[in-house]
């Protein structure tokens, strides 16, 4: 998946699943203090994002991610060996 279509679908999902207006995600939008998302919602996105692309995160590419363009980068990137 490309880093467009894999933007799109994050900000449709934290649209979809977190209400989040889709004017507030930016690729600089802190998924905390800007977006409003806990730890327990990060799993829920990217429970979501596995369902819809088979792509699982490792437990480091997890801890890398603190805003939307963190998450693109880690998706658009080989999967880790955890």
Same mark, same amino acid.
């Given at each position: 998946? !490309?880093?467009?279509? %894999?933007?799109? @679908?994050?900000? =449709?999902? @934290?649209? +979809? @699943? /977190?209400?989040?207006? *889709? &004017? =507030?995600? %930016?690729? &600089?939008?802190?998924?905390? $203090?800007?977006? !409003?998302? +806990?730890?327990?919602?990060?799993? +829920?996105?990217?429970?979501? /994002? #596995? #369902?819809? %692309?088979? $792509?699982?995160?490792?437990? +480091?590419? /997890? =801890?890398?991610?603190?805003?939307?363009?963190?998450?693109?980068?880690? /998706?658009?990137?080989? *999967?880790? &060996?955890?």
């Amino acid at each position: 998946m !490309d880093r467009e279509t %894999t933007y799109a @679908l994050i900000v =449709k999902l @934290l649209t +979809d @699943l /977190f209400d989040i207006p *889709p &004017e =507030k995600i %930016t690729p &600089e939008a802190d998924l905390y $203090r800007d977006l !409003d998302i +806990d730890s327990i919602d990060a799993v +829920d996105l990217a429970v979501e /994002f #596995k #369902k819809r %692309t088979g $792509r699982q995160l490792s437990p +480091d590419e /997890f =801890k890398e991610i603190r805003n939307v363009g963190d998450i693109v980068n880690v /998706f658009c990137a080989p *999967p880790q &060996e955890s």
